[in-house]
């Protein structure tokens, strides 16, 4: 497997509460990916990273903030959790375009 | 815009049967197309993309631009090809954003 872990791997959260997701890399790989996956729709991306302090906004963004300091780390903040944000949250890591992306354990976050 | 359907929510067969899981995509660009499987309580992994042209673990797909698909297949369906499967669209050339379908659940009965 990739060097890619996420971390929580489950939260239960309350509405309105912010929370704070991390995806860290052993691989040195320049592209960090947030995706969500919900029943009915697949995966679905929310941010993505293109080097450090370098990101961009995904089809699913509002609600949603990332920050990438280092090369390892990219962080996927929930600054005010709703009950539409409960979902599983994956993490990916490719190390340039279209070649394959290595996906992580996944988070599975519920907000009550 | 770019899209990407996978019209089978859930596809049950035999063991031994020959499997075809659908893909179209909607994309004005080159596609680059993949598909990924995610075996129970295992990560998402790519299982092939077109433009290596390989088989694994059975299983081929031809991407067909003037039917804009990628359907999956295999001839003979194994108990362990049990999982689910994503069609995805890379875009964005160097970012290599990824559009996924809504998946498919194989179930290969024994």
């Known amino acids: 497997d990739a060097g890619i872990t996420q971390s929580p791997r489950h939260k239960v959260t309350e509405t309105g509460t912010p929370v704070t997701l991390r995806c860290h890399q052993t691989?040195?790989?320049?592209?960090m990916y947030w995706y969500r996956q919900d029943p009915g729709h697949g995966l679905r991306l929310i941010h993505y990273s293109y080097g450090v302090k370098d990101t961009d906004k995904g089809e699913v963004s509002d609600g949603y903030s990332v920050s990438r300091s280092k090369t390892e780390d990219f962080l996927l903040t929930l600054e005010s959790a709703t009950s539409s944000q409960t979902s599983v949250y994956f993490c990916?890591?490719?190390?340039?375009?279209?070649?394959?992306?290595?996906f992580g354990q996944g988070t599975r976050l519920t907000v009550v | 815009a770019q899209r990407v359907t996978q019209p089978e929510k859930l596809l049950s067969v035999f063991k031994g049967a020959p499997v075809e899981l659908k893909c179209n995509y909607s994309y004005s660009g080159s596609p680059e197309l993949f598909w990924y499987v995610q075996y129970s309580r295992q990560r998402l992994q790519l299982l092939l993309r077109?433009?290596s042209r390989e088989s694994i673990k059975g299983f081929t797909a031809d991407l067909n631009k003037g039917e804009t698909s990628f359907h999956l297949k295999k001839p003979f369906a194994q108990e362990e090809d049990s999982a689910m499967y994503y069609c995805?669209?890379?875009?964005?050339?160097?970012?290599?954003?990824?559009?996924f379908g809504t998946g498919t659940l194989l179930a290969v009965q024994p």
């Open positions: 990916a890591i490719s190390p340039q375009g279209n070649t394959e992306a290595f």
């Open positions: 691989e040195n790989h320049r592209y």
């Open positions: 077109h433009i």
């Open positions: 995805a669209l890379g875009y964005g050339g160097a970012t290599n954003k990824l559009i």
